[in-house]
């Protein structure tokens, strides 16, 4: 539906839920109705106060304050550099980040965004190491560089595994991490209660109760 044919209350709250994806998506689940009622009453009390017409979108300075917050909390649930390299590679992490891989793994394109990450990591690598030894043979890279790397059918190879990971794997990538991550993961000490069935509630956004 367009904008335009909403009202100021279901534009306030597509503006208001837009932007506090800032934060965590289980966070959101939990608790983005409370903070709408909050921004909600807030917006009316403002307006009462001040004669002014009823906000149809959050304040600059709502805004900014919700990003400082949804970020600041997602950078501090986020693993260091060197965990997160192991994650990419099938590594469990600690309880502590438990979380941040469930919402990984719930995100949007969370197979395609692994498959990725795990090509770049392994080609970069490789890489970073011709270009290093060339330094040190004092060589040009292009003598060490992979002859394959040229090839169009190569690069085809790639958007087709990346292609597939999407679509005709997505499913089964996805709940293979799952299993492995989370449900059997490092889990913390008050999720251990928590059964597989329920966890597959969790994970497809449904209440386990």
């Not at 959101?28 to 009316?44: F, N, T, Y």
């Not at 992979?146 to 999407?166: D, I, K, Q, T, Y």
């Not at 991550?181 to 490092?186: C, L, P, T």
Request: charged share 25%; aromatic share 14%; hydrophobic share 45%.
């Amino acid at each position: 539906m367009r904008r335009r044919d909403l009202t100021v209350d279901e534009r306030f709250e597509r503006s208001a839920r837009s932007w506090a994806r800032a934060y965590p998506r289980r966070w959101r689940e939990v608790h983005g109705d409370e903070l709408l009622a909050v921004q909600q009453d807030v917006s009316r009390a403002a307006a009462e106060a001040t004669g002014a017409p009823v906000p149809d979108r959050l304040s600059v300075g709502e805004i900014r304050g919700l990003l400082r917050a949804g970020w600041g909390l997602r950078w501090r649930e986020r693993p260091p550099l060197w965990r997160w390299v192991l994650y990419r590679f099938g590594m469990r992490l600690p309880a502590r980040y438990w979380w941040w891989v469930a919402d990984d793994i719930r995100g949007t394109f969370y197979s395609v965004r692994d498959v990725v990450w795990t090509l770049a990591l392994v080609y970069g690598t490789m890489l970073t190491t011709i270009a290093g030894y060339a330094l040190i043979a004092g060589e040009p890279v292009t003598a060490y560089w992979p002859v394959f790397f040229a090839s169009g059918f190569f690069w085809a190879f790639v958007a087709v595994l990346v292609l597939l990971s999407g679509t005709v794997f997505r499913e089964s990538r996805t709940r293979t991490a799952w299993y492995r991550h989370v449900v059997y993961g490092n889990v913390p000490e008050p999720m251990h209660l928590m059964t597989a069935s329920s966890a597959d509630q969790v994970r497809d956004g449904r209440d386990p109760a």
